[in-house]
């Protein structure tokens, strides 16, 4: 099991997704706030936790799906988050993947060194486990929001978001193999 390669699998995965779809809808997120890109992903979470808990999903998608959406979504929160509401609302194709790519590789420099501290404990976890810390996380980021971004000794939005998507993409990472 080599965690870069199946890491970088997962965000390729994702990326994809998300050319794709900027390719439908432009970069309308950028209207966003920040609280309402962490509700979007706490809908995300809350529907994984249910098709977890119920076994079952009325719509015709499955965890995978969101747990897509939830990198993508927690990208997007730390792309808004460095650009902030000020600027334009459309930005050019190549320079928003270009800012995908930068924060996908800073969060996979935070996944690398929390997996040497943590001894690649994820791989011994439920993907139920996963959800359960994306959706803490979640209610993190809503305190520190509800907060007004003060913190006194957290890492703040930024490192939730960054978790998120690490969580995430562990989760996309377990789902295949046990597919496999």
């Given at each position: 099991?080599?965690?870069?390669?199946?890491?970088?699998?997962?965000?390729?995965?994702?990326?994809?997704?998300?050319?794709?779809?900027?390719?439908?809808?432009?970069?309308?997120?950028?209207?966003?706030?920040?609280?309402?890109?962490?509700?979007?992903?706490?809908?995300?979470?809350?529907?994984?936790?249910?098709?977890?808990?119920?076994?079952?999903?009325?719509?015709?998608?499955?965890?995978?799906?969101?747990?897509?959406?939830?990198?993508?979504?927690?990208?997007?929160?730390?792309?808004?988050?460095?650009?902030?509401?000020?600027?334009?609302?459309?930005?050019?194709?190549?320079?928003?993947?270009?800012?995908?790519?930068?924060?996908?590789?800073?969060?996979?420099?935070?996944?690398?060194?929390?997996?040497?501290?943590?001894?690649?404990?994820?791989?011994?976890?439920?993907?139920?486990?996963?959800?359960?810390?994306?959706?803490?996380?979640?209610?993190?980021?809503?305190?520190?929001?509800?907060?007004?971004?003060?913190?006194?000794?957290?890492?703040?939005?930024?490192?939730?978001?960054?978790?998120?998507?690490n969580y995430s993409l562990f989760a996309l990472?377990?789902?295949?193999?046990?597919?496999?």
């Amino acid at each position: 099991m080599n965690t870069a390669a199946q890491y970088a699998e997962a965000i390729l995965t994702c990326r994809t997704l998300f050319a794709k779809k900027m390719k439908d809808y432009g970069t309308a997120w950028r209207i966003m706030r920040l609280p309402s890109l962490t509700d979007q992903l706490y809908i995300k979470a809350k529907r994984i936790r249910s098709i977890e808990q119920n076994g079952m999903s009325k719509v015709d998608e499955g965890i995978e799906p969101e747990f897509i959406a939830l990198v993508n979504y927690a990208y997007l929160a730390l792309i808004q988050n460095k650009l902030g509401l000020d600027g334009e609302i459309e930005l050019p194709h190549d320079e928003t993947l270009r800012m995908y790519d930068e924060v996908a590789e800073e969060t996979r420099e935070l996944m690398e060194a929390k997996n040497h501290d943590y001894g690649e404990a994820w791989r011994d976890m439920r993907i139920s486990s996963l959800t359960d810390l994306v959706l803490m996380k979640l209610h993190r980021i809503k305190q520190i929001e509800d907060n007004e971004g003060e913190t006194r000794v957290s890492e703040g939005v930024q490192g939730g978001y960054a978790d998120i998507a690490n969580y995430s993409l562990f989760a996309l990472i377990k789902m295949k193999e046990n597919v496999a």
